[in-house]
């Protein structure tokens, strides 16, 4: 079993920055493909970003992309996604998740585990 607990979360204005964090406990993170999601009120649970188990790939959606960054630190067991220039439609309960396959996490399907989320409330 792996237990993920995400933090970070809170409330910024529109243009600014927020670092998550995804800490593991139970076994040893780097077995897994790691990846964000998010989830916005009344829609979908939506694909975020992703990384090897290495950290030397990473994937996001177009819609982050060039604005977050998601990192890894397997000796402290943590998952990061740095966000900046965030927007109102950043706005969501951002999940971590672990997968075996970085298709598969990147479809969002074939989860090991998922984390408890966190709120992110962006501001305009």
């Known amino acids: 079993q792996v237990q993920l607990v995400e933090s970070g979360g809170g409330l910024v204005q529109a243009g600014g920055s927020l670092r998550l964090s995804c800490a593991a406990s139970?076994?040893?993170?780097?077995?897994?493909?790691m990846g964000w999601f998010r989830q916005a009120p009344g829609k979908e649970r939506e694909f975020v970003a992703a990384?090897?188990?290495?950290?030397?790939?990473?994937y996001y959606s177009d819609s982050v992309k060039g604005r977050f960054t998601i990192s890894r630190d397997n000796a402290k067991n943590t998952v990061y996604l740095q966000m900046n220039s965030l927007k109102p439609e950043d706005t969501a309960v951002y999940y971590c998740?672990?997968?075996?396959?970085?298709?598969?996490?990147?479809?969002?399907?074939?989860?090991?585990?998922w984390g408890q989320g966190t709120q992110v409330t962006v501001s305009s």
């Open positions: 139970g076994r040893t993170i780097s077995n897994y493909v």
């Open positions: 998740a672990t997968g075996g396959l970085i298709v598969d996490v990147r479809l969002g399907r074939r989860i090991d585990y």
């Open positions: 990384i090897s188990r290495s950290g030397g790939d990473t």
